[in-house]
DNA sequence: GACAAAGTGAACGGCTCCGTTCAATTAAAC
DNA sequence: GTTTAATTGAACGGAGCCGTTCACTTTGTC
């Protein structure tokens, strides 16, 4: 009985609060900000969520979720394996090279030291997922005889390194975008992988 | 005349700074805190340095500087190039996978966002250098025959890259060091790399 | 319509910290 | 020994923000 809690009311406040700790950051994000943001009164938030930390504990958790959805691999593209990967390599490059993408990682990471735990949840929704789906994907290949592998995660794990390559640091660190050189890596990437792994190479 | 600043507490309070920006974050860390520390009055670091952010960037400035020391590639090891291949992975992900390293890199991310410069000091003075330093290396192995390849700056990034894997990522967010998958992943790096660049693959 | 719980606005205590001021002290240069 | 400048300790103003309290209003259930 009595007023129920407005569930539209909690997610906005989750969102505003999202946006502004990964813009801003923990320390420099005031309670009071958010709920003027969100259209809503600082004492509701408390009410709801306690503490500072849980509101961040929350947000973070419910980017985490989000982060969940992507990279399902199940609309697989088509055609040779070489223009699989650059397929794939290209996706997941371009991926994790969003903006957004950056400045959450920066966040969490920041963040983990006083928190681990917070570490471990992104850890867990993000980079092992998705590592785990491409490994699975490459061990599929492996059986079709596409590839010649013993240990998919780790070529999994080499492949998204190498298509990473370091314009993720340059990005982390507030070098411009050259994406003049995002074809040339991922293309490279492919060449590198194929050479180690193609079926042709073990003929 | 008079009284000349005294460069041993000047460098005491570098140091001092270094170590509470780094272990505990910019925000987090109190400018009296740092005082106390190096055994000097707050007074004196505001005259020497002026602002909180002005220590912090002279802070950045001094490790980046330590950091341009390491990497040098004068001692280069002998053996095959699978050899030294694996000397130089293995310095290489050990250098980046120190604990102060992982911290160091989370601040000046971090910070980043706010102040753009440190960034780019903290790219040029690691990454970038250690890149160029050995795509030299690499250009050199192929002038001797070792190696087959015609963009060495993109060989170094893909060998570096998959050298850190994704252990690199792992301890960012506070996972525990994994001592058992370094060895098996140098070794991935350095067969994938030899198998794409290797001469013995290009007769 | 009565009730109960959620939401609001304002104000407050407490805390931390930045950056400044000032008078007093120290230490080097001349 | 005098001068010049760095250094110090203490204290202060001011700001920002967390988390709480309280009286009051809204909004839903019974």
Chains 1, 2 share one sequence.
Do not use: W
């Not at 975008?177 to 074809?183: G, Y």
């Amino acid at each position: 009985m009595g007023r129920p809690l407005d569930a539209a009311k909690q997610q906005g406040i989750i969102d505003m609060a999202a946006r502004h700790f990964f813009e801003h950051g923990y320390a420099a994000t005031a309670i009071e900000q958010i709920a003027a943001d969100a259209g809503v009164s600082k004492v509701t938030i408390y009410n709801q969520f306690g503490d500072k930390r849980a509101l961040f504990a929350a947000a973070v958790a419910c980017e985490c979720e989000k982060l969940r959805g992507h990279f399902s691999l199940d609309a697989m593209p088509q055609g040779t394996i070489r223009e699989r990967l650059t397929v794939i390599g290209e996706a997941i490059a371009a991926f994790l090279s969003r903006p957004e993408m950056i400045q959450f990682d920066r966040r969490i990471a920041a963040e983990t030291e006083t928190e681990p735990a917070i570490g471990e949840v992104f850890l867990d929704a993000g980079p092992r997922r998705m590592k785990h789906g491409f490994a699975a994907y490459l061990r599929y290949c492996a059986e079709t005889g596409d590839l010649v592998l013993d240990d998919p995660e780790l070529a999994a794990e080499q492949f998204v390194s190498m298509c990473k390559g370091m314009d993720d640091l340059e990005r982390r660190f507030g070098a411009a975008v050259t994406p003049e050189n995002f074809e040339r890596r991922i293309a490279g990437a492919v060449d590198v992988f194929l050479a180690a792994y193609g079926a042709a190479c073990h003929r």
